[in-house]
């Protein structure tokens, strides 16, 4: 079997009301849909989730000419030929040797968003071939796997408490644990809203926050410090963007809550500075962002090693057959709460993972199991 061509399907839908992180403000979905082909009829698709849309559709267009011909069982032949186009080579400069010239600094986001998308629809192709599910590829026995709604963004004009009736019903629906947006505010309003979603989803339920980097590491002790009685389970992404491992290991160490973190960490070099720094107790990462399942993987299996637990960011369709191949090691997979939230993905799939009272169920149809809605992809065309 060999590929014979990459295509990109950009996407895009307003959202309406516009809602907030504490960083940034969110008024649209986006999705690239990425078919890799090949010469025996099998198609694998991904998913990229990152922009320029244009500009990550331009290096899927041609990291497809740089694998052309390739086995796509070779994951990690593909993957690491389409990385080493991310730094000077030998005989590489101006393409001499018959590769594009080293890519530009300027656009590693996209080119780990682009190699990202491949590499997923290959683990599908993988999976069609040899008739198996990819959590049973991975050897993964599980068929369905712990998952959590994340809500609680920001909408001007709610009032500061409206997220404890939002989350409250993610509870009611059969979340057995939520996650809420914070940090925009001041303390003393993060505190009563996370006071008041306490109350609404009950004692029982798992309760993490989502940080999104709002705060030094003084400001985030007294944070922690904070919000303590109201069991939080992690504080995720605590730390302004700019700190790094040294600076969660201070924030740990005076920390009466366990961190989660990396979602926004390219590859696992990174990563594994954070792991072995022992701050973080959940790592976090997005194959649909950074670099692909392969990369995911490797990830996983260092923090396995390390006693760290997996909880992959966003996009539960694709990341739950790797939460069950890791067991014990992995916490669960991330969910949206709400359909609305990201109306494409629940729009282009048919067939694929589906959620029910708390938990992702997996496909046992080969790859991940979905079929394509070609009408809503024209439907959302960017």
Excluded at 5 to 10: F, G, I, L
Excluded at 171 to 187: D, H, Q, R
Excluded at 263 to 274: A, K, L, N, P, Y
Aim: charge should be negative.
């Amino acid at each position: 079997m060999k590929i014979t061509e990459v295509r990109a399907y950009p996407m895009f839908s307003k959202i309406d009301p516009p809602s907030w992180t504490a960083h940034e403000i969110s008024d649209s979905a986006s999705l690239i849909l990425i078919e890799v082909r090949t010469d025996e009829g099998i198609s694998g698709y991904g998913e990229v989730q990152g922009g320029p849309q244009k500009l990550i559709c331009d290096l899927a267009a041609t990291f497809g000419e740089v694998i052309a011909g390739m086995d796509p069982h070779g994951h990690i032949d593909i993957w690491e030929k389409l990385f080493s186009l991310t730094s000077p080579r030998p005989g590489g400069l101006g393409g001499w040797d018959g590769m594009p010239a080293p890519m530009p600094r300027t656009q590693r986001p996209q080119i780990m968003a682009a190699i990202g998308g491949i590499d997923i629809a290959l683990w599908d192709i993988k999976g069609k071939a040899t008739g198996l599910p990819v959590h049973k590829l991975l050897g993964g026995t599980a068929d369905s796997v712990f998952t959590y709604a994340t809500g609680g963004y920001y909408i001007e004009g709610n009032p500061i408490t409206a997220c404890a009736d939002e989350l409250g019903s993610f509870v009611a629906n059969g979340f057995k644990a939520v996650k809420l947006k914070c940090g925009a505010l001041s303390m003393a309003d993060e505190v009563e809203r996370i006071r008041a979603t306490r109350e609404a989803i009950g004692k029982d339920t798992l309760f993490m926050l989502d940080m999104n980097a709002p705060y030094g590491v003084d400001d985030c002790i007294q944070f922690a410090h904070a919000v303590e009685p109201f069991d939080i389970f992690w504080l995720e992404e605590p730390l302004h963007w700019h700190l790094q491992p040294a600076d969660f290991v201070t924030l740990a160490n005076n920390s009466p809550i366990p961190l989660a973190h990396c979602e926004r960490e390219w590859h696992r070099f990174t990563v594994r500075d954070f792991i072995d720094s022992g701050s973080i107790r959940y790592v976090q990462f997005d194959s649909t962002r950074h670099a692909g399942f392969t990369e995911s993987l490797r990830i996983a299996h260092y923090a396995e090693a390390r006693g760290v637990q997996i909880a992959p960011h966003t996009a539960a369709h694709i990341h739950a057959p790797l939460v069950s191949a890791f067991g014990d090691a992995a916490f669960g997979a991330e969910s949206h709460g709400s359909h609305e939230r990201h109306p494409i993905q629940h729009d282009i799939y048919s067939g694929g993972a589906h959620f029910r009272d708390g938990r992702v169920h997996l496909s046992n149809e080969p790859g991940f199991g979905v079929e394509i809605n070609w009408d809503a992809v024209e439907k959302y065309k960017a």
